[in-house]
């Protein structure tokens, strides 16, 4: 996908947003896992989508907070890797998140809960602020001048064989030329020969 024309491909659209959004909710697991496993006796799903659990007076809701926030770090990464580009991740973080909330709906009803919308929109900044100057980092890495150099020798020696090709060429039409010339001379020459003594020995006797 680096980095040619913007083409509209709506399968491999579709196949960007579900690829980030199971790796956003793996990553999310796995952190909840390391930070509310040894606090909570059995994680579900709740954990996942219940905006109740955010709470900053609890330390569940503060871990649940810092696991979506580091979720988001990991999200920015695979922005990196999935969308490559930077003018799009604000677009698909924007998607992922508002799937977020469309789940975080349908399982507990609409949020009401501060805290929830307080981290999930520092969430969003950071995936998306985040995964744009990784983007861009990796837009503007330098090429190796050990390849340049190796494309100029390459074109350079190229270029020389196909004139030295052609000058070995022109050479050899202009020996031709030049000796087919040296023979139509000579064979002149020969022929002109007895008429000119012929000629010679008239204007002698003619003197005499």
């Known amino acids: 996908m680096l980095y040619g024309a913007a083409v509209w491909d709506p399968v491999l659209i579709i196949a960007q947003i579900v690829t980030l959004q199971c790796l956003f909710y793996l990553s999310l697991g796995l952190w909840q896992g ?17 905006w109740k659990l955010y709470s900053l007076g609890t330390y569940v809701g503060w871990m649940s907070v810092v696991s979506l926030l580091l979720t988001s770090v990991l999200g920015a990464v695979f922005l990196v890797w999935i969308v ?11 998607t992922c998140f508002l799937f977020h909330f469309l789940f975080c709906w349908r399982h507990d009803g609409f949020p009401t809960r501060l805290e929830w919308w307080l981290a999930n929109i520092l969430g969003l900044v ?21 390849t340049l150099r190796g494309r100029g020798a390459s074109a350079a020696s190229g270029g020389a064989g ?3 090709s052609s000058g070995t060429g022109g050479g050899a039409g202009s020996s031709v030329g030049t000796s087919s010339a040296v023979q139509m001379s000579s064979a002149a020459v020969s022929k002109a020969g007895p008429k000119g003594s012929v000629s010679q020995q008239a ?6």
């Open 203 to 208: 204007g002698g006797a003619n003197n005499v």
């Open 34 to 50: 390391l930070l509310l496993g040894p606090s909570v006796g059995r994680l579900s799903i709740a954990h996942l989508f219940g």
């Open 162 to 164: 196909g004139a030295g």
């Open 84 to 94: 490559e580009r930077a003018k799009k991740c604000l677009d698909f973080a924007s």
């Open 126 to 146: 950071i995936m998306s602020l985040f995964g744009e100057w990784l983007c861009l980092r990796r837009e503007m890495q330098e090429i190796p001048l050990n």
